[in-house]
């Protein structure tokens, strides 16, 4: 009994997509080194630094995209390492990108049901589970359209939203706020803040809004030149030296 | 009046074999950015599978498949075409995924020969003379028109095919995935769309096109020799080129731009000029691509994409 409990409470532990000690190299060039993450399920991690810090790499490695030079990935305790993102994604990795790559010639609604037919759903559930989505996106009135007519900020919604139709138990949303106005960033805020409860998903956030980072996320984890400089609450983090003057140094010698 | 009408028909038949032809190549390209050499020797497979293969060559030659019914010989046909077409997928395309288009067209001229110099090995090089449904060529008396049936029986059997190959990409779940895979193939193969299926079903439509093509076509060309889809194939390619590549419904306008063309060439050039048709015809195309670059119907995610 007890030792049942104990390998319960073992799997629990490893419920996780998680790098450690992870170095990736180009051309002899790190890009990122010795950087260890994890993200548990249901919480909203804040992953942030200045350009170049390595935050995309990182987040290839954590889909599969990237293979690092040296270090683990995991997910949900099983060794991951040289997946293919296909592969990463059907584990329940999803990821959104920074320049979108929506199918500009398929409808909205298509863009997310393909992601949903592909991860093996029926043509009739993948509809009503994209039209569900969309809807919490505030897509729904848009579902005909095709994506690529939308406006930008409306792309980045799909983006999202076709990173959620297969259901993924971890979602790696790359800049989502990158381009919008301060009313759209409210909006968008609101619908990450609920994908935990509304999706069941874990979020990494790859995000240079401030504000949009600080007030979304349970814990942070701050890049500088392809390290780990603070992890954190965000009050911990703003309260952080290394993280005032590494990250925002320019602002604080003022 | 009389004398125009007959060559719009004849137009809209000689285009619907074109744009037939144009899809089945334009398909592929689309998905695989595969230009297909070898859509022409499966059009004539289709065809010389209907005639006993390894006889002595007489004027006509024997019915084998073709002496069934019809509805049989459709089916028969458009099988031994879509089988050989998904073979060559397996075999050739399918080891050659991740190679560079330039390699992929290169891989689709040597299928393109192995299979002409197989129908030579089996078949000779001599025409051969096929009596494939000859009620079909019967004519129809209208209004001071004599239609042909097999121009009525084209024109019918492309649009039936047109329709419903649109609404399968429309609608069916694979359809969708076939379109995903067609505008960004490695997004769709990243959010788990399964490529060797959705490129096997391509190839299978694309099959099925050139079976089509050569049924509708055999009737009213009733000779074939083993380089006789060649021609078919080529004119689907600058179908496809003209209508703007990467559009399917670029390709079908571009087919029957070419059918269109044709056939008023043949029909109001100077008689000391018309053996010269095709000339003046290809003239068109390069004018056309000289003005439009990017096709008649060009798509806006072409150019970065090639």
């Known amino acids: 009994m007890d030792a049942k409990i104990a390998e319960a409470g073992a799997a629990r532990a490893a419920e996780a997509l998680s790098v450690a000690g992870v170095t990736v190299r180009f051309d002899g060039l790190a890009a ?79 863009n997310a049901q393909v992601a949903a037919i592909a991860a093996g759903m029926s043509q009739r559930a993948a509809r009503a589970r994209a039209a569900g989505i969309l809807e919490q996106v505030g897509l729904g009135g848009q579902l005909g359209q095709l994506a690529g007519s939308l406006p930008y900020t409306d792309q980045r919604r799909l983006d999202i939203a076709r990173a959620l139709a297969s259901g993924p138990k971890y979602v790696l949303l790359d800049e989502p706020a990158a381009g919008m106005s301060d009313a759209e960033c409210e909006d968008l805020m609101r619908i990450i803040r609920g994908l935990p409860d509304r999706f069941g998903c874990a979020v990494l956030l790859i995000e240079h809004n401030m504000h949009v980072v600080m007030s979304l996320s349970d814990r942070l984890h701050v890049l500088d030149g392809g390290r780990t400089i603070v992890t954190g609450t965000p009050a911990e983090v703003q309260a952080n030296q290394a993280f005032l003057s590494a990250y925002l140094g320019a602002e604080v010698a003022e | 009046m009389t004398q125009f009408l007959q060559t ?8 619907s074999i074109f744009a037939l032809s144009a899809l089945g190549i334009g398909l592929l390209f ?12 499966f059009i004539s497979t289709a065809a010389y599978s209907l005639i006993v293969p390894f006889t002595s060559v007489a004027a006509a030659s024997e019915l084998f498949i073709g002496k069934w019914h019809w509805a049989l010989v459709i089916p028969t046909v458009c099988a031994i075409v879509i089988v050989l077409a998904l073979a060559t997928e397996r075999f050739v395309f399918r080891p050659l995924r991740s190679a560079s288009a330039p390699v992929l067209m290169m891989a689709s001229f040597t299928v393109s020969y192995i299979l002409q110099n197989t129908i030579l090995m089996v078949y000779g090089s001599q025409a051969r003379g096929v009596n494939l449904w000859y009620g079909l060529t019967r004519q129809i008396q209208w209004e001071g028109l004599r ?10 059997v492309t649009a039936v095919l047109m329709v419903s190959l649109s609404l399968f990409l429309k609608y069916s779940r694979f359809g969708i995935e076939v ?12 959010l788990g769309v399964r490529a060797n299926r959705v490129i096997g079903i391509a190839f299978a439509i694309s099959g099925l096109l050139a079976a089509a093509v050569a049924l509708l076509y055999l009737p009213q060309s009733g000779t074939i020799n083993y380089a006789w889809g060649s021609p078919l194939a080529l004119y689907g390619f600058v179908a496809v080129v003209v209508g703007g590549m990467g559009s399917l419904p670029g390709a079908v306008l571009g087919g029957f731009s070419i059918g269109i063309a044709i056939t008023m060439l043949q029909v109001y050039l100077p008689p000391e000029l018309k053996p010269f048709r095709d000339a003046f015809a290809f003239a068109l195309v390069i004018v056309v691509l000289v003005v439009r670059p990017n096709g008649l119907f060009p798509t806006k995610h072409v150019m970065k994409r090639v």
């Open chain 2, 8 to 15: 719009c028909l004849d137009a809209a038949s000689l285009g």
């Open chain 2, 147 to 156: 239609i042909p049936l097999i121009q009525i029986v084209t024109i019918a």
């Open chain 1, 32 to 110: 990122i080194s010795g950087v260890t993450l994890s993200l548990a399920p249901r919480e909203i991690v804040g992953l942030i630094g200045p350009n170049g810090a390595g935050k995309t790499t990182l987040v290839n490695v954590l889909t599969g995209f990237q293979r690092p030079s040296e270090g683990r990935l995991e997910i949900d305790g099983q060794d991951a390492l040289g997946w293919s993102p296909a592969k990463v994604r059907r584990a329940g990795v999803a990821r959104s990108f920074q320049a979108g790559r929506l199918f500009g010639k398929l409808t909205v609604l298509e």
């Open chain 2, 30 to 41: 689309g998905i695989l950015r595969l230009a297909n050499v070898a859509h022409g020797e």
């Open chain 2, 179 to 190: 379109r995903a895979a067609a505008e960004d193939f490695r997004m769709a193969r990243y």
